[in-house]
């Protein structure tokens, strides 16, 4: 959910299969799907020369510059056909293998068929799957938890504990990250704190009806969103370009007072929060002690309010670490030892990890390799989805099996 956003690309998705074609959708840089098509260049069909020819059109049309790529069957035979393509190519295109857990379960939704009523499943499983890659989180959040390949055993545990549980770690992801009140949609705005699924319909509703969102205060006149819901989600609701640009903080609007106060007292005014012009500000507070009863805010408050404004609506998601971005496969016959990879953690088991760095195999990482400490169990050390930097100690081509090691 936390992985970070590539935004500014159009990104051509790919669900790829074998008998029924790849779907394609091309989506613009706001995720408004521009194109989509199904081209056959996987068995039986392998029409390997007419779909390079349909890939090249989409790309030259509509400057594509990312292909996303779903990871279930047939994806390895896609990628060999996209690599030959990008070294055809007069511009550079990356691409990149997505996660496509749950795309199924979303494209049959009610959601999906509300979203794109005149495509068909592949067609709205390739938006979903381009999609995952320019904002993750507002993709997911689509789908239910329990869908998102959570474990072949998730049907044992008590249902409502394990939603529960699952709902909760999204609802973190969210506010962690806070939601763009203009774009965001009804599905990502619920798990907002003080957010019903009502409200939010309603949000979406009244922004229809009344255009952008001008300032955070404009809330209270949603139908049924009151002053204890507002002041509940205030915090997590962003405007960019908005009226005010604390609006465009995670500054709660309560603390509004405290944050024009503190400008003033450092000779800055709002619109420099627009700017950039306050990196550095904390530098310039000595005594937060001090300052904070001055201000009428409580220290640890100040403290939040002096990081955000240092800077202003940073994603939280920036400091993990970026996708895998590819132009080239790897065959096995390509690895030596003593190459330092990266690569996505796909499996973690009792005796070690498998990581997925490019090449048909996934290569083990075994328990002793993880890293210098002494663990119990892999998972202390990482978990899937993880990127990780590994080394390759050992390749047999026979048994196809690759030794990694994250002890660099």
Request: proline share 5%.
């Amino acid at each position: 959910l936390m992985q970070p956003p590539i935004a500014g690309h159009v990104v051509l998705g790919w669900d790829p299969a074998f008998r029924t074609g790849c779907k394609l959708a091309v989506v613009d840089a706001t995720g408004k799907v521009l194109d989509t098509t199904v081209i056959y260049p996987t068995a039986p069909q392998n029409k390997v020369e007419q779909s390079k020819a349909v890939l090249k059109k989409l790309i030259d049309k509509y400057d594509v510059s990312l292909i996303s790529v779903g990871n279930g069957t047939a994806s390895r035979e896609s990628e060999m056909v996209i690599v030959e393509l990008l070294k055809e190519l007069p511009k550079p295109v990356q691409y990149i293998i997505v996660n496509e857990a749950g795309a199924s379960v979303y494209s049959a939704s009610k959601l999906a068929t509300e979203e794109f009523p005149n495509f068909d499943v592949g067609q709205r499983s390739a938006a979903s799957i381009a999609r995952r890659l320019q904002d993750p989180l507002a993709e997911l959040v689509k789908i239910d938890p329990k869908s998102i390949g959570v474990g072949q055993y998730q049907h044992d545990m008590n249902q409502k504990k394990l939603s529960g549980a699952l709902n909760g770690v999204v609802e973190d992801c969210v506010n962690k990250v806070g939601v763009d009140l203009n774009t965001a949609s009804a599905s990502l705005l619920e798990y907002i704190s003080g957010i019903s699924k009502i409200v939010a319909k309603n949000i979406v509703t009244y922004r229809e009806e009344n255009g952008r969102f001008l300032t955070r205060s404009q809330l209270l006149k949603v139908a049924k969103l009151g002053p204890k819901a507002y002041e509940q989600c205030a915090g997590f609701m962003r405007i960019s370009d908005g009226k005010n640009p604390l609006d465009g903080t995670s500054v709660h609007p309560e603390s509004y007072e405290a944050a024009r106060k503190l400008l003033d007292k450092l000779g800055f005014v709002l619109e420099d929060i627009r700017n950039g012009k306050l990196s550095g500000i904390s530098r310039k507070i000595s005594d937060y002690k001090k300052l904070a009863a001055e201000l009428e805010v409580g220290e640890m408050t100040l403290q939040d309010i002096v990081k955000e404004l240092e800077k202003p609506a940073r994603d939280p998601r920036d400091e993990m670490p970026k996708p895998i971005l590819r132009t080239d496969v790897l065959e096995m016959k390509d690895l030596t030892p003593g190459m330092i990879l990266k690569g996505t953690v796909r499996n973690v088991i009792d005796f070690g990890a498998f990581v997925d760095i490019g090449v048909h195999q996934d290569g083990l990482v075994h328990i002793s390799q993880i890293t210098e400490r002494y663990i119990k169990h892999p998972l202390e050390a990482v978990s899937v989805g993880d990127i990780v930097e590994v080394k390759v100690l050992s390749v047999d081509l026979k048994k196809k099996r690759i030794q990694l090691t994250m002890k660099l």
